[in-house]
C-alpha cells in the first residue's frame, strides 16, 4: 500500500481532522470508530508522531469528513469554506463541477 508523506500536508490534514472533530463534538474514539481505523493509528496522526501515512487511511478519513483527497492543500483551503456556506442543494453542483474539472484535466 501507498504511503503519504509530507509534513505540510500531514499538518493541513491534522488540522482539516481536528476541526472537523470539533465541529461535530467528536472525541477520537468517536472519530477513529467513524472513519474504521484504530484509535491508536488516529492518536498517532494527530499528535504529530506518524510521517507516513497510507493512503488508504487518508481515504477513510476523507470519505468520512466529506472531503476530497485534494481538500489538505493550503491553496484550496479557503476556497473550501467558501464551498461549505453554500446551500446543500447547491454544494453538491458545485462538487460535481470540481470533480470533472479534476477527473477530465482541464484545470
Known amino acids: ?19 472537523e472533530m470539533e465541529k461535530r463534538h467528536w472525541d477520537m474514539t468517536e472519530m477513529a470508530i467513524q472513519c474504521d481505523i484504530s484509535y491508536r493509528n488516529l ?8 510521517k507516513d501515512i497510507k493512503l488508504s487511511t487518508i481515504a477513510k478519513i476523507c470519505n468520512v469528513l466529506n472531503f476530497h ?14 464551498i461549505e456556506k453554500i446551500n446543500d442543494k447547491h454544494k453538491q453542483s458545485v462538487y460535481d463541477y470540481i470533480d ?3 477527473t477530465t484535466g482541464k484545470h
Open 69 to 82: 483527497l485534494f481538500v489538505v492543500d493550503n491553496d484550496t483551503e479557503e476556497c473550501i469554506e467558501k
Open 1 to 19: 500500500m501507498e504511503d503519504i508523506k509530507g509534513s505540510s500536508f500531514l499538518e493541513n490534514l491534522r488540522c482539516l481532522i481536528i476541526k
Open 100 to 102: 470533472y474539472i479534476y
Open 43 to 50: 492518536q498517532s496522526i494527530l499528535y504529530g508522531e506518524r
